[in-house]
C-alpha cells in the first residue's frame, strides 16, 4: 500500500523459499496493494502472474485488477478480464459488476458501461453510483440523471454518494438549476450532505448568480465543520 513494489516483491517471492505458499489473500493482497498505491501496472502484471501459476482468481481479484486496468486506460486488457470474469461465473457479483462498470467508464466506453450495468441481475447502489460517474465522465449527463431518477424512483436507497455524484455532474455540465433543486431534494430525503457535497454545489451557485443559496451552502459547511 505504501508503493515500496521491489520489497513487496521480493518478500512475496521469499515465501515460498520458507516453506509459506502464497494463498489467494497474499496473491489479492499484492493486487490491490499495488493498485491502492498508484502502481497500476505491476497490479496488472501480478494478476496476469496469478493467471499463469494456475491460482483461480476471486471476485476481490477481479475487483482490484480491473480498478487498475480503469486508471490504466486499457480497454483492450478490460475485456479480457471481463471474459475471464464471465467464465469464473462472476457475472452476479455486485463489486466486480461495479468495477466493470467503473472500468468501461474510464476508458470511454459508455455504451459498454450502460450494457454491463443493465445485465446485473440485481441493482444496488453501489452499481448505480459507478454508473453515474460513467456517464458524467463521459459528458452523458442527461442519462446520468435519467438513471439518478429512475432508481431513485423504484425506491433504492441512494446515499450521499449518489447525491453528491449527480450535483457533482450537473454542476460540471452547466446545470445549474438542476444542481441546486438536487441539493433541495437531498436534504428533504434526509441525506446528509459531506465534505464533497458542498464544493460540488458552489460552482453552480456562483454560475447561477444564486447568492442566497450560496449562502446557505457556506453556513451549512460553517456548522458541520467542512471550511
Not at 89 to 99: A, N, T
Not at 154 to 160: F, H
Not at 187 to 193: E, F, L, R
Amino acid at each position: 500500500k505504501k508503493g515500496d513494489v521491489s520489497n513487496a516483491t521480493m518478500v512475496f517471492d521469499e515465501m515460498g523459499k520458507l516453506g509459506i505458499e502464497p494463498n489467494l489473500v497474499s496473491w489479492n493482497g499484492m493486487i490491490a496493494g499495488f493498485n491502492q498505491s498508484g502502481h497500476f501496472l505491476e497490479a496488472v502484471l501480478m494478476f496476469q502472474r496469478m493467471h499463469s501459476d494456475g491460482i483461480e482468481c476471486d471476485g476481490v481479484s477481479v475487483s482490484s485488477v480491473l480498478a487498475a486496468v480503469g486508471d490504466l486506460e486499457d480497454v483492450i486488457i478490460g475485456v479480457q478480464v471481463h471474459g475471464y470474469a464471465i467464465r469464473l461465473g462472476l457475472r452476479s457479483d455486485k463489486y466486480v459488476v461495479s468495477s466493470l462498470v467503473d472500468m468501461y467508464g474510464k476508458c470511454g466506453c459508455a455504451l459498454e458501461t450502460l450494457r454491463v450495468f443493465e445485465e446485473m441481475e440485481k441493482k444496488d447502489v453501489g452499481a448505480c453510483n459507478a454508473l453515474i460517474s460513467s456517464l458524467s465522465r463521459n459528458n452523458m449527463v442527461d442519462d446520468a440523471l435519467k438513471t439518478f431518477r429512475k432508481y431513485k424512483g423504484q425506491g433504492m436507497e441512494l446515499n450521499v454518494v449518489s447525491w453528491t455524484s449527480m450535483i457533482a455532474c450537473c454542476s460540471q455540465h452547466g446545470k445549474h438549476p438542476v444542481a441546486l433543486e438536487l441539493f433541495r431534494e437531498m436534504q428533504i430525503a434526509g441525506v446528509k450532505p459531506n465534505s464533497v457535497t458542498i464544493p460540488s454545489l458552489l460552482p453552480a451557485c456562483a454560475s447561477f448568480a444564486a447568492l442566497a443559496h450560496g449562502k446557505a451552502a457556506h453556513c451549512f459547511s460553517l456548522k458541520r465543520g467542512f471550511t
